[in-house]
């Protein structure tokens, strides 16, 4: 079954070379029970790591069953360590936190044979610990601990069973214990290789090697070997297994509950790898929230508005105040050019537009708001109604009344509980009649109840002494008329103006869709910022999780080592830190959406801001921990996956 030719294997430490196998022939045939003694550094493990395919000889050649596998790569190699070898250690190797039959159903995953419980099971009772299959290793005794690791070796039914010193931590009860079973399992067939530097014990076997520096200096059958296996039984290890799906599903499973007993064992720890992704999702959750909410209900006011709406500023915004400069300068508007605009086919209503800063006065109460003067046309154009009593008429512009229409803020701070309706109050010191209170209409971030209209001609040479308006509001008939009305709106200014063509295209007219677009844009502008501070505290989160990744493989290489032991590929053991990985910075990213909503529920309270949790920012803080996990697992992974099996499995 294995036949050496001219196999060595030479170890260089700096400039020394170490051979730890010298030039070796050997032959060992199915059903043979071979013990391998010598003093400690004569070869033995070199030799049994060789045989099972975890070590390659430097020279010669190994075959396995007639075919020569001394050139095969990793992958193959671990193949045939999963289906044909079933490895028993001194230290036994058991992973500390699964029950005796998850670790005897490890192999079964690489190997994706299926039925992983019944044939765990199975062999757990095999070795006489069926009563004890859900315990973790260190409720069980050293004897036990080693009867779980030859359930795990035979789990996948192999051809060969290598042992090193399987019974050198053991006391002399479970020693007879375990070599029993190797007997016992030899008698049926298996081949069984063991190291040891027992004599008594190498005594139990048919065969015995002795090496000596490299070599084998003696080789003696004390008894026939077993009956070994039918030809048939050895023709059913077909060294070509596929991955299945069924070993796909199984082993992800695997690594997904390995990932969260991991993070739930070192619980200070994960969180606190866990916290960068945390704090960095969280913040922006919450100020996403914000952002969305301040959005939404801007353009909820907006859209209120109507959306054939126009504003006109002469020339630029800058120079509104009627200060025009240079010759392209547009003059100022007036209240005449705004009755003018009215009369245009396409315009349904138009309003000059004045605003200023005033301080009122009722009764010793004072309050500094914002005054409002506009046309009639103006609270039917932008969606304001009165609560209580009226707005100013087309009369009362005319001659210019000192009436005024408050705000419920003002009405509020003034007037508390008192009517104000028909009460005198001095506006900037003169006296006004108060004739009617608006509707509330509620603001973002501004309040938009702060705020006391009366007629533009009261306001422009009552109040602010000022010549002309702000601004002209316009309502087009037709929302699809928008652009002729602007042009026909130009054209009327610069005939009423004498506008040259330079002047005529500086007149600006904004619409509503502007504002939107504006808006949109200052959005966009928040979203990058917050993006970046995103980015860079996920960048530390993403350091933060390398950082306890690295450390969990260094703390890990005996696990790396056995899985490669039983068959895992390099791809298992780098599938297994990124999954783990990625179940931090997920976990960590899921915590960050909860706290992130808290905080913006919290804003929302207690602030009075208005907020709105979007799916997208859920979905994409999610995605985004997961592309973290991936990206800032890669390094340890395969940091993890490199390690030399018999290295891992020796380290200190
Ligand atoms: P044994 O199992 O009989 O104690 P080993 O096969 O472990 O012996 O080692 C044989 C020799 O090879 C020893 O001198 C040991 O120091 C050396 N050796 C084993 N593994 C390595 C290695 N990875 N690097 C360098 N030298 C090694």
């Known amino acids: 079954m294995i036949e050496l030719i001219g196999a060595s294997r030479t170890y260089k430490i700096g400039a ?18 071979v013990a391998i003694i010598g003093p400690s550094g004569s070869g033995k493990s070199t030799l049994l790591h060789i045989l099972g395919f975890l070590d390659r000889p430097d020279k010669g050649t190994y075959r396995f069953q007639g075919k020569d596998v001394t050139a095969l790569g990793s992958k193959e190699l671990a193949l045939l360590r999963n289906q044909m070898i079933g490895f028993i250690f001194q230290q036994f190797h058991l992973l500390p936190r699964l029950s005796a039959i998850q670790n005897a159903m490890l192999p079964l995953i690489y190997g994706g044979k299926g039925h992983f419980q019944e044939t765990a099971s199975e062999k757990i009772r095999q070795v006489g610990l069926g009563h004890r299959a859900d315990h973790v290793p260190n409720e069980l005794s050293g004897g036990e601990q080693q009867r779980v690791s030859i359930a795990r070796a035979l789990v996948n039914d192999p051809l060969l069973l290598l042992a090193d010193e399987p019974t050198g931590n053991l006391d002399s009860k479970s020693e007879s214990e375990i070599i029993s079973i190797l007997e016992g399992l030899n008698h049926d067939g298996k081949t069984i290789i063991m190291v040891t530097h027992e004599k008594s014990i190498a005594e139990r076997a048919s065969r015995i090697i002795q090496m000596h520096d490299g070599k084998i200096v003696s080789d003696t059958y004390s008894r026939q070997p077993s009956a070994g296996m039918s030809e048939m039984a050895a023709a059913k290890h077909n060294m070509a ?24 064992g070192h619980k200070m720890r994960s ?21 969305g909410g301040a959005r939404e209900s801007i353009s909820e006011n907006l859209s209120k508005l109507g959306s054939n709406l126009l504003m006109i500023w002469p020339e630029s915004h800058n120079s509104r105040q009627g200060v025009s400069l240079g010759a392209g300068a547009v003059p100022s508007f007036t ?25 009122l006065v009722y009764g010793n109460k004072n309050w500094n708001s914002r005054l409002e003067g506009t046309g009639t046309d103006y609270p039917e154009m932008k969606n304001i109604q009165v609560q209580t009593g009226r707005f100013f008429t087309e009369e009362e512009l005319r001659s210019r009344d000192r009436v005024a229409v408050l705000g419920v803020t003002i009405v509020s701070e003034l007037f508390g509980e008192e009517n104000p309706l028909g009460c005198n109050i001095r506006i900037n010191r003169v006296n006004f009649r108060v004739i009617g209170v608006l509707k509330p209409r509620g603001g973002g971030h501004w309040d938009n109840d702060d705020v006391i209209m009366m007629p533009v001609t009261t306001a422009m040479y009552r109040m602010l002494g000022r010549k002309y308006v702000d601004r002209m509001e316009v309502e087009v008939r037709n929302a699809e008329m928008i652009g002729q009305a602007q042009e026909d ?36 502008t928040m979203s990058w910022l917050l993006g970046s501070i995103a980015a860079i505290s996920l960048l530390v989160g993403g350091i933060g999780i390398m950082n306890i990744m690295l450390v969990s493989v260094t703390e890990r290489t005996h696990e790396i080592g056995l899985r490669k032991a039983i068959g895992a590929r390099d791809s298992d053991i780098m599938l297994q830190f990124l999954i783990e990985s ?24 207690l602030a009075e801001w208005p907020i709105k949790v979007s799916l ?3 979905v994409l803080s999610v995605t985004f921990s997961m592309a973290i996990g991936l990206l800032f697992g890669i390094l340890p992974a395969r940091q993890a996956s490199k390690l030399d099996p018999i290295k891992a499995l020796r380290y200190e």
């Not at 020394?16 to 029970?33: C, D, M, P, S, Y």
């Not at 082993?251 to 007993?261: A, P, T």
């Not at 315009?347 to 004045?354: D, K, T």
């Open 335 to 359: 209240l005449e050019d705004a009755m003018a605009m009215k009369k245009l086919p396409l315009i349904r209503r138009a309003s000059p537009y004045i605003s200023g800063r005033v301080q």
């Open 616 to 618: 997208f920012s859920i």
């Open 489 to 524: 709106i130009k054209d009327l200014l610069a005939k009423r103006h004498h506008l040259n063509n330079e002047a005529r295209d500086n007149v600006s007219i904004r619409d509503m869709t502007e504002i939107q677009n504006m808006l949109n844009a200052t959005t966009k």
């Open 271 to 291: 969180v606190l790898s866990m916290l960068g992704i945390l704090i960095g999702v969280g913040a922006v959750i919450a100020m996403l929230a914000v952002a």
């Open 16 to 33: 020394i070379e170490v051979n730890a196998l010298r030039t070796t022939n050997l032959k060992i045939e199915q059903g043979e029970f």
């Open 241 to 264: 297994s596929q991955k299945t799906g069924l070993r796909r599903t199984a082993e992800f499973l695997d690594h997904l509950k390995q990932s969260f007993q991991s993070i739930i």
């Open 582 to 605: 990625v179940v931090m910075t997920v976990t960590g990213g899921l915590c960050g959406i909860m706290l992130g909503c808290g905080v913006a529920v919290l804003l929302s309270k």
